[in-house]
């Protein structure tokens, strides 16, 4: 489970726990799993067993709970290896592979409709076709054939796509109207598949580029310049020519991808500007941030690199670094409850670190016992109540505890004097008296009670009060409270 958290946050680790029943199958292939996932539809996921990243059909696209419902499937043994299966594929006769796949053709007709296509369609005027007759049957053909189609034609379609794709997603939409087909469009098929073709068509043209001794022509195509940085090591020889024609954060981003990095060479691309570019590379290159940290001396790199390697004597004794650090890098307060969780084994504490910590309390999802240790470091009153958030009332129960502590005639009068407290949810008001119980005792609850009679008619609110040992009864215009 630990690991997920480097991927994912831990609303999408909890979320994910919660869809391990809807996991239909989970198949692991050489060092993948894929399967499918019940949501509001039925979703294709796959996790690479390395990186732990995820990719998903759902709208959220990548490192989902559907993933990670996934992955906890297969952590639990739950899963069909494929090694044996493969291995079978290589002593099977051809006879005996054209058997399997005839029988599963009913499941998976786009074999047979692709082949068709392939087929029926003429390549050599096909681009031309594909601008002329623009439609959702030329994308599904384009798709068919893409691995069939020439370097130049390639380039050519890439370059069409994206010099016009809102007015090609615009005319997808009113063909669509036309042919009463618009409704039937889910959020993923917004565009017709367009999105989709556009990126095999460059996947296609960057794998053949090197092939076909044409990269040059590639590296000057903005549009390509993403799937160049995914495959950076195959561009290394262009390493020059990718300087000059790509951006800075592009040129940034390339550099980082490569398998053998230069970090003096990326140091040179390093800026305010470009700063993120590193943090976004976090963790799959958190050594090669490190050493980036460490030669242009970076105090703020090397403390968020410390934050994701948990190293807690460089955080403690650099944390005036904090606040530059989140702001340049937001994502890491999500690994606070890590760093508390650390400072709380070690017994570190401070004041004013506690403060720092607790403020970013909202995105940190701290854990009662982290939320103890930090507010039990703070004398602060003041702090403390600022810090109180009523609409998180079931977590910032210690938080109100803490301020009994440190003042506990301050904390009373907080109470009495916050009506906003008597109009909430009866849930929370029964948590303000189960305080008021353990701190105060029963004269103090029935004056409070008494002073604001109006709050307390409501059957349902004094049938929970009741559970808790208070009694609550309007007798002839008069209030009785009991206490148990």
């Given amino acids: 489970m630990a690991e997920l958290k480097e991927k994912y946050s831990d609303r999408i680790i909890d979320r994910g726990k919660g869809y391990l029943d809807s996991v239909k199958y989970c198949i692991k292939i050489n060092n993948t799993i894929c399967g499918k996932v019940e949501g509001s539809r039925t979703y294709k996921t796959e996790v690479d067993l390395d990186s732990l990243d995820g990719e998903c059909s759902c709208p959220y696209g990548t490192n989902c709970k559907h993933a990670v419902a996934l992955y906890l499937t297969y952590k639990k043994g739950n899963f069909d290896n494929a090694t044996e299966f493969i291995t079978s594929l290589n002593s099977m006769s051809k006879s005996e592979l054209i058997e399997l796949i005839i029988s599963k053709l009913e499941d998976n007709p786009d074999l047979i409709i692709k082949h068709n296509i392939r087929k029926s369609t003429k390549r050599e005027n096909f681009v031309k076709e594909f601008k002329t007759?623009?439609?959702?049957?030329?994308?599904?053909?384009?798709?068919?054939?893409?691995?069939?189609?020439?370097?130049?034609?390639?380039?050519?379609?890439?370059?069409?796509?994206?010099?016009?794709s809102d007015s090609l997603i615009d005319k997808l939409f009113e063909q669509a109207e036309y042919t009463n087909e618009y409704d039937d469009w889910d959020n993923e098929d917004y565009d017709g598949g367009l999105s989709d073709l556009s990126e095999k068509i460059k996947k296609e043209i960057v794998k053949n580029a090197i092939k076909e001794n044409t990269s040059l022509e590639v590296i000057k195509r903005v549009?390509?310049?993403?799937?160049?940085?995914?495959?950076?090591?195959?561009?290394?020889?262009?390493?020059?020519?990718?300087?000059?024609?790509?951006?800075?954060?592009?040129?940034?981003?390339?550099?980082?991808?490569?398998?053998?990095?230069?970090?003096?060479?990326?140091?040179?691309?390093?800026?305010?500007?470009?700063?993120?570019?590193?943090?976004?590379?976090?963790?799959?290159?958190?050594?090669?941030?490190?050493?980036?940290?460490?030669?242009?001396?970076?105090?703020?790199?090397?403390?968020?690199?410390?934050?994701?390697?948990?190293?807690?004597?460089?955080?403690?004794?650099?944390?005036?670094?904090?606040?530059?650090?989140?702001?340049?890098?937001?994502?890491?307060?999500?690994?606070?409850?890590?760093?508390?969780?650390?400072?709380?084994?070690?017994?570190?504490?401070?004041?004013?670190?506690?403060?720092?910590?607790?403020?970013?309390?909202?995105?940190?999802?701290?854990?009662?016992?982290?939320?103890?240790?930090?507010?039990?470091?703070?004398?602060?009153?003041?702090?403390?109540?600022?810090?109180?958030?009523?609409?998180?009332?079931?977590?910032?129960?210690?938080?109100?505890?803490?301020?009994?502590?440190i003042d506990n005639k301050r904390t009373l009068a907080l109470i009495q004097n916050n009506k906003i407290i008597l109009g909430r949810h009866w849930s929370d008001i029964v948590l303000i008296f189960k305080f008021l119980k353990k701190h105060y005792g029963a004269s103090t609850i029935k004056r409070y009670i008494e002073n604001n009679k109006e709050h307390f008619t409501s059957s349902h609110l004094k049938n929970h009060l009741k559970d808790e040992g208070i009694f609550i009864q309007f007798t002839k215009g008069n209030l009785l409270v009991e206490m148990r």
Avoid: W
């Fill in 133 to 164: 007759k623009f439609s959702t049957k030329k994308i599904e053909e384009a798709d068919a054939i893409l691995s069939l189609l020439s370097f130049k034609q390639l380039l050519e379609m890439n370059d069409y796509i994206e010099e016009d």
């Fill in 223 to 405: 549009s390509l310049h993403d799937e160049i940085i995914e495959n950076a090591d195959m561009f290394l020889k262009f390493k020059d020519g990718i300087k000059r024609k790509f951006s800075k954060e592009d040129c940034l981003k390339f550099l980082i991808s490569l398998k053998n990095p230069n970090v003096k060479e990326i140091v040179s691309c390093v800026s305010e500007d470009t700063k993120s570019i590193l943090y976004d590379s976090l963790p799959d290159k958190i050594s090669l941030i490190k050493s980036i940290g460490k030669e242009t001396n970076d105090k703020v790199i090397l403390f968020i690199v410390a934050i994701y390697e948990k190293n807690v004597s460089f955080l403690f004794n650099n944390f005036k670094y904090f606040d530059e650090a989140i702001k340049e890098n937001y994502e890491i307060v999500e690994k606070f409850d890590s760093i508390a969780k650390l400072f709380k084994k070690n017994k570190f504490n401070n004041e004013e670190i506690a403060k720092k910590l607790l403020d970013q309390d909202e995105n940190a999802n701290y854990e009662e016992e982290q939320l103890r240790y930090l507010a039990l470091q703070i004398n602060d009153f003041n702090f403390i109540k600022n810090n109180l958030n009523l609409d998180r009332l079931e977590e910032h129960k210690i938080l109100l505890d803490r301020l009994f502590e």
